[in-house]
């Protein structure tokens, strides 16, 4: 996770912000900014939301999707979108109260390490 975390923090395209009690991180989330195949817009792709169990339903999520959405803005974008698991029906609708909508589906499937030659 920690080699993960280091390229993620180095690359310009994405940006982690975190929500604070204290000292303590009780939230984060993870967020691409980048072009469009579809769109002459840049759109920001929320990658990753998290919130400590004891943080949930305070607000933390909503401040966390804010601060993203206005950091994306501040970067270009004028799209957002979030991809969740099929499985995760209570963060479907915390993402639909946030304004969010179901647009499509997503499909996963990994990929066999490169050869070497």
């Known amino acids: 996770m920690r080699k993960r975390l280091e390229r993620i923090l180095a690359d310009k395209d994405y940006d982690t912000l975190v929500s604070l009690d204290g000292e303590r991180v009780v939230g984060f989330i993870g967020v691409r900014v980048g072009p469009l195949y579809e769109d002459d817009r840049l759109y920001a792709q929320i990658m990753a939301l998290a919130v400590a169990r004891d943080s949930q339903r305070r607000g933390v999520g909503a401040r966390l999707v ?16 979030i991809t969740s698991g099929n499985h995760r029906a209570d963060a479907h609708e915390f993402y639909e109260k946030n304004g969010y909508a179901i647009t499509g589906r997503r499909y996963k499937k990994s990929l066999p390490p490169p050869t070497q030659r």
């Not at 804010?66 to 979108?81: D, F, K």
């Open 66 to 81: 804010q601060a993203a959405e206005s950091m994306a803005i501040a970067r270009g974008a004028g799209i957002s979108v």
